[in-house]
Structures are given as C-alpha cells and as structure tokens.
C-alpha cells in the first residue's frame, strides 16, 4: 500500500483494502486473516471502515497526545545539540559516539536517544 500524509496509508489505500476484504470474505474467508495478511490489525480495518460510512471521506482524524511528556527537552537545548552535532569535531559522528566523548569532558546534557530525537525533529 502507498503512503500517505505523515507516513500513513492514504484514505484511497484504505479504501482498496475494504474492497479487496470485502470481496475475499464474500468468497468465505475471515477478516481476521486478511488482516494478517495486510499486516494490519483487525480493529484498524474496522476504523477504516467506520470513516468510511455515511458520508465518510475516510480520512484519519484522529489527534495525537495532548499529555505533556515532563522529560522532554527544551528548545534552548534542542538547539544545543545541533550546534554541538555540527561542530567540526563531531559532524561526522553518530550520538553514540558524541554523548560518551562529552561525558568525559564532564559535559552531559542529553542521552544518545534524546541526541537522535533531536536530530530527527530538526
């Protein structure tokens, strides 16, 4: 199935998917297998289903999580670990190795993970 917007399957591929079930359990098989088969739960065929009735345009409304998440960093030090990651010395190394060589200079800020989240966000 193609992707879609935020690297979700698009409405059409949902759309595709609800035929193609459609058809195999008119010809007697179980949804819960076709679902194996997509490599999708069967509970996501069955949202994709609900968005598409009445006047359903199958498109995914659903929001993210409001909750506010206390460890996550700054944008003060979000941009320290880019300034850091571009410095010469470090440009071509991965967090793994950035984290483990600032911590021997006493310098610590983040973890190897929250280095690559940042870089990913950025």
Same mark, same amino acid.
């Given at each position: 199935?193609?992707?879609? /917007?935020?690297?979700?399957?698009?409405?059409?591929?949902? /759309?595709?998917?609800?035929?193609?079930?459609?058809?195999?359990?008119?010809?007697?098989?179980?949804?819960?297998?076709?679902?194996?088969?997509?490599?999708?739960?069967?509970?996501?065929?069955?949202?994709?289903? /609900?968005?598409?009735?009445?006047?359903?345009?199958?498109?995914? /409304?659903?929001?993210?999580?409001?909750?506010?998440?206390?460890?996550?960093?700054?944008?003060?030090?979000?941009?320290?670990?880019?300034?850091?990651?571009?410095?010469?010395?470090?440009?071509?190394?991965?967090?793994?190795?950035?984290?483990?060589?600032?911590?021997?200079?006493?310098?610590?800020?983040?973890?190897?993970?929250?280095?690559?989240?940042?870089?990913?966000?950025?």
């Amino acid at each position: 199935m193609g992707r879609g /917007r935020g690297g979700l399957t698009s409405a059409a591929d949902h /759309r595709r998917a609800l035929e193609i079930l459609d058809g195999a359990v008119a010809a007697g098989a179980t949804a819960l297998r076709l679902a194996e088969l997509l490599a999708i739960s069967l509970r996501t065929l069955q949202r994709w289903r /609900r968005q598409f009735t009445g006047d359903g345009d199958g498109v995914d /409304r659903r929001k993210g999580s409001t909750r506010h998440v206390a460890h996550r960093l700054s944008h003060q030090e979000l941009q320290w670990i880019l300034v850091v990651c571009n410095q010469p010395h470090y440009a071509l190394l991965p967090p793994a190795q950035i984290v483990p060589d600032l911590a021997d200079q006493g310098e610590f800020l983040a973890s190897g993970s929250s280095f690559y989240c940042g870089l990913h966000e950025h």
